[in-house]
Nanobody, 123 residues
Framework: QVQLVESGGGLVEAGGSLKLSCAAS????????MGWYRQTPGKQRELVAL????????NYVDSVKGRFTISRDYAKNTVYLQMDSLKSEDTAVYYC????????????????WGKGTLVTVSS
């Protein structure tokens, strides 16, 4: 099986920066796409940023374009989210996701999720 573990959340003042990390563990051969979603109470989980394997396709929600940067370390099966110029509306639980995971014996089409890390931006 595949497990995702996020780190890097916390409390930051508006205008500040945080960097989230998410490491995927297990007998992984490759991961097609990795990304970040976020959710606030009473709202649906929304895509924040997603990067395909090799970085040929990167997508951001409009509200974070120019402020957040997603990157991947393929050797470590890790995805990062650099968040700059944070705003109070960025406050949420951030979840890491991986899609299209291949192991030596299986291909998993369904996404795997981390447990989430809380980001709180104070105004």
């Amino acid at each position: 099986q595949v497990q995702l573990v996020e780190s890097g959340g916390g409390l930051v003042e508006a205008g500040g920066s945080l960097k989230l990390s998410c490491a995927a563990s297990g007998t992984i051969v490759s991961i097609n796409a990795m990304g970040w979603y976020r959710q606030t109470p009473g709202k649906q989980r929304e895509l924040v940023a997603l990067m395909s394997r090799g970085g040929s396709s990167t997508n951001y929600v409009d509200s974070v374009k120019g402020r957040f940067t997603i990157s991947r370390d393929y050797a470590k099966n890790t995805v990062y989210l650099q968040m700059d110029s944070l705003k109070s509306e960025d406050t949420a639980v951030y979840y890491c996701a991986s899609v299209g995971v291949s192991t030596p014996t299986e291909f998993y089409g369904q996404p795997f999720w981390g447990k989430g890390t809380l980001v709180t931006v104070s105004s």
